[in-house]
């Protein structure tokens, strides 16, 4: 069975980082592109960042320069390094595995960023 688990979310005060961790198992990792997505209460669910298996990234506008997605296909694991966070990057962050028509999804990890 495909499974992805995130872990590292937490409540950190504004201009503090994180780093929310996707462990996968169950996938042929090195041929998925990854991705990394939020929603926060009330609204829709955005992507943040993608990477796919080559290392090509593309990240939401309000988050570049701030976060970085990488990811570690020998230990088949994604990650989001989050710095200067903001009270808007405040919400449930969700892993992503796509390859072709299939996705799959983590549980989600719970981020909030308040003084």
């Known amino acids: 069975q495909v499974q992805l688990v995130e872990s590292g979310g937490g409540l950190v005060q504004p201009g503090g980082s994180l780093r929310l961790s996707c462990a996968a198992s169950g996938i042929r990792f090195g041929i998925v592109v990854m991705g990394w997505y939020r929603q926060a209460p009330g609204k829709q669910r955005e992507l943040v960042a993608t990477i796919t298996s080559i290392g090509t990234t593309n990240y939401l506008d309000s988050v570049k320069g701030r976060f970085t997605i990488s990811r570690d296909n020998a230990k088949n694991t994604a990650y989001l390094q989050m710095n200067s966070l903001k009270p808007e990057d405040t919400a449930v962050y969700y892993c992503?595995?796509?390859?072709?028509?299939?996705?799959?999804w983590g549980q989600g990890t719970q981020v909030t960023v308040s003084s």
């Open positions: 992503n595995a796509q390859y072709l028509m299939f996705n799959y």
